[in-house]
């Protein structure tokens, strides 16, 4: 049996090894613009496929940070059902990388827990607004 995959978005220089990216043929979803001083910094935002148990490596790396400790995440969906959503913060969260996998369609309460979590940890509720239309 085939291991579910999920389409996740990441930022190439959260990694701290971002050459781990290549093992995923990564695709370029955004590129860092010189006028974007903060993607600049950040890098490329590329899409994944992955595993979650490549998804555990992908979080291991993603800890570099360029200002304050607040944990990146990434966020995503099954290649086999658009309707499961994926969000996974770094290994420095706290809780070494939370995941949640949710239904964007059923588990809005699972959706606003996420949101407090990453407001928990620093970041703001408007830059994890992933789902707008789950507000």
Not at 26 to 42: F, G, L, M, R, Y
Not at 50 to 63: A, D, G, P, R, Y
Not at 117 to 125: A, L, M, S
Request: charged share 30%; aromatic share 12%; glycine share 6%.
């Amino acid at each position: 049996m085939e291991m579910e995959k999920f389409k996740i978005t990441v930022y190439e220089n959260s990694l701290l090894d971002k050459s781990i990216l290549n093992n995923f043929n990564p695709i370029i979803i955004e590129k860092a613009h010189d006028d974007q001083v903060t993607q600049k910094k950040w890098g490329d935002l590329v899409e994944i496929s992955v595993s979650l148990s490549e998804l555990k490596t992908i979080q291991e790396n993603m800890i570099h940070h360029f200002e304050g400790p607040e944990p990146w995440y990434t966020y995503g969906y099954s290649t086999t059902d658009n309707d499961k959503i994926i969000c996974a913060f770094g290994a420095d969260d706290g809780n070494n990388g939370k995941v949640f996998i949710f239904s964007k369609n059923d588990d809005k309460e699972i959706y606003e827990n996420i949101l407090r979590y990453g407001e928990e940890r620093g970041i703001p509720k408007d830059v994890m607004n992933f789902l707008p239309s789950l507000k």
